[in-house]
C-alpha cells in the first residue's frame, strides 16, 4: 500500500507551504516528563538514542524535500539549559551546578536537558499574510507554560525565528503571551488554517482544550494545555477577523485518553480536515461554522472522519494515524504522510489501505520510521512548523536553513560526529555532555548561516 509516486515537478511557484522541521539535539532522553503524554510516560527512563532520532528526522526532511516540498530545518537548543539551572539556585561553574542538580533535583535536570523543541508543531502559532491585515507572516512563539521543561523553550525559539523571519517587510515575530494557566498555549498543534489555495484568505481554525473564565467541561484525569482564552489573544494579536477564524473545543474525553494536542486526532490541510468523529465537542456545529465560513470567500470544505468502530481513540493515540502530516502534490492531489506504528496497528493498516485505495482528496500514503521521536509522543507532524509563504516571502527567510542535497549531506556527517548514540537518564548528570551540546550547536550556527544565536556564544 505504500506506494510511492513519482516526484512531482518542485512547485515553487506563487505561495506554498513550507514546512520547518526541529533537528532533534543532542540530549534527546526519555525523562518521563509530560503527564497526559502516554508515550512520554510508557517510555519513561528507558534508554535514548540521539543520534538515531536525528538522523530519522533528517531523513524525513530529505525525503520531503526530494518529492518537491520546501523543507526547512530549525536548530535546537542550548541543553542542559544553564540558564534554567542557574535561575533555580545551581550556582558555581558549569559542571559543579550540573552534579548538584544531578544529587538533588534530578528531575529539575531532565526538565533542563530535554531536547523537547525537536517538536516544532509547538514552536509557534503561524499566520500566512494571506490572512493579516497588513500582509504581513505572523509569528506567535508559543509560551508552553504547563511543562516546565517547554515553558523554558520560547525565548530561544523567538530568538531563532527572528534570525530565519528577519525582514520586518515581511515578518513579525511577536513575544509569547505571559506564561500563565489562563493563557496556556502549545503553539500550532492546536492550530490548522483551511483555503481553497494558500495565497488566497483562509480561514484559521483554533482549538482549545478548556476556558479559564468560561464555564464548560473539561478533562478529569490529564490536563488540557491550551485556553480558549490564549487561542483568541493569538487571533487578535494576528489581526484575524470574526469570519476568518474557528474556534473549537476538545472533547475532554479523548485529552483523558492522551490527547494532549489537537494534533493527535486531526490534521487539516487546504480545503481537507482529517479527523476522528470523536476530536470536538459539537463537532456537527464544528464543521458547519468552518464550511459557511470557508464557502463566504468561495473555498469548499470536505470531512474525512473516522468512526470509533473502525480506529478507536487508542488506536489513535497509540499508531499517531492522525499525527500526520497532509501535503498537497503539485498536481493538487494529497499526500499522508505517517509514522510507521501505523503500519503495526492492524486497524489502522486497513483504514490507510482503504484510504489509499479511495478516489477521495488522498491519494498516496508516505510512511515513516521515526521511533526515537514517537517514544516520546512526537509524530510526524509534532516535528514541523508550517508556514505558508509567497514567493518574495521565501526569498526573505534565511538561506542556509532550506532542506537540499548539499545541507542533508553536512548535517547527517554533523549527527555523526557530535551525536551520542546512547543516553540514559543518568548520563544527563555527565558534564561532558554540556560541551559536547555547545561545541555541536556552534559548529551548527554556522552550516545553518544563522550567526550567534545561543547564550553561550555571546
Ligand atoms: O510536549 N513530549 C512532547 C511531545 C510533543 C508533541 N507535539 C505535538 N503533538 N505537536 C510533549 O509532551 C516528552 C519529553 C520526555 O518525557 O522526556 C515530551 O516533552
Redesign the pocket.
Known amino acids: 500500500m505504500t506506494h510511492i509516486a513519482k516526484a512531482p515537478a518542485t512547485a515553487l511557484a506563487g505561495t506554498l507551504e513550507a514546512n520547518f522541521d526541529g533537528l532533534v539535539g543532542p540530549t534527546h532522553?526519555?525523562?518521563?516528563?509530560?503527564f497526559g503524554?502516554v508515550a512520554?510516560q510508557n517510555n519513561?527512563k528507558s534508554v535514548a538514542n540521539p543520534r538515531a532520532a536525528a538522523q530519522q528526522g533528517l531523513r524525513k526532511m530529505k525525503r520531503l524535500a526530494d518529492l518537491g516540498f520546501a523543507q526547512g530545518v530549525l536548530p535546537p537548543q542550548e541543553r542542559p539549559s544553564m540558564r534554567l539551572l542557574r535561575e533555580l539556585g545551581f550556582t558555581g561553574k558549569d559542571a559543579d551546578a550540573i552534579a548538584r542538580a544531578a544529587k538533588d533535583a534530578p528531575e529539575l535536570l531532565a526538565a533542563a536537558s530535554?531536547a523537547?523543541a525537536m517538536?516544532t508543531?509547538?514552536a509557534a502559532t503561524v499566520s500566512p499574510s494571506a490572512d493579516t491585515p497588513e500582509r504581513r507572516v505572523h509569528f506567535t512563539p508559543a509560551n508552553l507554560c504547563s511543562?516546565l521543561?517547554?515553558a523554558i523553550e520560547h525565548e530561544s525559539t523567538r530568538r531563532t525565528l527572528g534570525a530565519i523571519f528577519a525582514d520586518p517587510s515581511h515578518f513579525v515575530v511577536h513575544d509569547a503571551l505571559p506564561g500563565t494557566p489562563a493563557l496556556g498555549d502549545e503553539g500550532a498543534?492546536n492550530h490548522t488554517r483551511f483555503c481553497a489555495q494558500y495565497g488566497e484568505r483562509g480561514v484559521e481554525f483554533f482549538v482549545y482544550g478548556r476556558s479559564e473564565y468560561r464555564r464548560g467541561p473539561e478533562p478529569k484525569r490529564f490536563p488540557a494545555r491550551q485556553t480558549f482564552e490564549a487561542s483568541r489573544a493569538i487571533a487578535q494579536r494576528h489581526g484575524l477577523t470574526d469570519e476568518t477564524t474557528v474556534f473549537a473545543q476538545q472533547t475532554p474525553e479523548v485529552i483523558d485518553a492522551g490527547v494532549?494536542?489537537n494534533?493527535?486526532i486531526a490534521v487539516g490541510n487546504r480545503s481537507t480536515l482529517f479527523c476522528h468523529e470523536r476530536a470536538f465537542v459539537d463537532q456537527k456545529h464544528v464543521y458547519d461554522e468552518l464550511r459557511r465560513k470557508l464557502g463566504a470567500h468561495g473555498a469548499p470544505f470536505d470531512v474525512i472522519e473516522v468512526p470509533d468502530a473502525q480506529v478507536s481513540v487508542a488506536d489513535a493515540v497509540s499508531s499517531y494515524l492522525f499525527?500526520s502530516q497532509l501535503l498537497s502534490r503539485a498536481d493538487g492531489k494529497q499526500i499522508l504522510v505517517v509514522p510507521q506504528e501505523c503500519r503495526e496497528n492492524p486497524r489502522v493498516a486497513v483504514y490507510l489501505d482503504e484510504l489509499a485505495a479511495k478516489s477521495g482528496p488522498i491519494d498516496e500514503v508516505l510512511v515513516f520510521d521515526l521511533r526515537e521521536s514517537m517514544k516520546?509522543?512526537?509524530g510526524p507532524?509534532?516535528l514541523r512548523l508550517r508556514v505558508v509563504l509567497s514567493e518574495a516571502e521565501r526569498a526573505a527567510v534565511a538561506p542556509g536553513v532550506w532542506m537540499n542535497d548539499a545541507l542533508f549531506g553536512r548535517l547527517d556527517a554533523w549527527i555523526e560526529k557530535h551525536y551520542r548514540d546512547r543516553l540514559a537518564p543518568q548520563d544527563l548528570a555527565d558534564p561532558a555532555l554540556l560541551v559536547e551540546s555547545r561545541t555541536a550547536l556552534d559548529e551548527l550556527t554556522q552550516i545553518l548561516s544563522l550567526g550567534s544565536l545561543y547564550d553561550f556564544q555571546r
Do not use: I, P
Open positions: 532522553n526519555y525523562a518521563g516528563l509530560s503524554n512520554s519513561e530535554s523537547s517538536w508543531a509547538n511543562k521543561h517547554r498543534a494532549f494536542h494534533d493527535v499525527n516520546n509522543g512526537g507532524a509534532c
